[in-house]
């Protein structure tokens, strides 16, 4: 009986997450968002992931005996807890952010607090929960201040990262904040250029989009970010809950 509690809890959390962020896009823009995003380009290849590979042990193993207690950079003297990324080992689609902030660092988990609520609300939107898609981010430890990972620290961290997603093998990235994207792509462009189309990360596709915590500050940036996440569910054919074809 208490597990049966336990579903009908989280299946109420998740429709309500997902009503709270449709009703958030519509607020802003006077109508839920519709699918009038850019057309979507070519498919990019995307390699098959061994079938065979227990994708949860490997990641396991890569954070337990690969990292470890990792001292490999200055991050390491100021955190409490390494945030090595949390969700499905199988997602179809993980998201990246720049680097944990002080909740995270408290709780070993990335995006937590209101961020994370409110990116809970864009996974809900796209028919999934937080246990379905996979969520990481670039460097394992929070830069001081919350300021962006310098060079080195990206050096260090970012061949977990491309660790990470050569054992999940998504079908899609999404790339949280201009940090994220710029740093990823390896270009030096605002995010305003870099969003609304795909690119690759690893030979799989990448769309960029918005930072949660900078829709918090500027909530009138939802609808672009929905437009963005639109074109990832086209992309791996998904519908938003309570839509039929």
């Known amino acids: 009986m208490s597990n049966r509690r336990n579903d009908l809890g989280a299946a109420a959390r998740h429709l309500r997450g997902l009503a709270e962020w449709q009703l958030e896009t519509a607020a802003d823009q006077g109508g839920v968002p519709s699918d009038d995003a850019p057309a979507e380009p070519a498919a990019i290849p995307t390699a098959d992931s061994p079938p065979t590979v227990d994708k949860g042990a490997a ?126 792509l390896r270009v030096d462009s605002p995010l305003g250029r870099l969003r609304a189309r795909w690119h690759s990360y690893e030979g799989i596709p990448l769309m960029p989009t918005y930072h949660p915590a900078f829709l918090l500050r500027s909530p009138d940036m939802k609808r672009k970010c929905w437009e963005d996440i639109q074109q990832v569910m086209r992309r791996l054919n998904l519908e938003p809950p309570g839509r039929s074809r």
């Open 59 to 184: 990641l396991h193993a890569l954070r337990t005996e690969t990292i470890g207690d990792c001292q490999r950079c200055k991050l390491s003297g100021g955190r409490r807890n390494i945030v090595f990324g949390v969700g499905s080992p199988g997602a179809r689609v993980m998201f990246v952010g720049e680097g944990p902030g002080a909740n995270e660092d408290a709780t070993g988990e990335p995006f937590v607090g209101r961020a994370g609520q409110l990116l809970d609300k864009i996974i809900a939107a796209m028919g999934m929960r937080r246990d379905d898609v996979y969520i990481a981010n670039i460097v394992k430890c929070r830069p001081p201040g919350n300021r962006d990972p310098e060079p080195d620290e990206v050096a260090e961290c970012e061949p977990f990262l491309k660790q990470q997603i050569a054992i999940i093998q998504p079908e899609a990235i999404v790339a949280l904040g201009r940090v994220a994207a710029v740093t990823l």
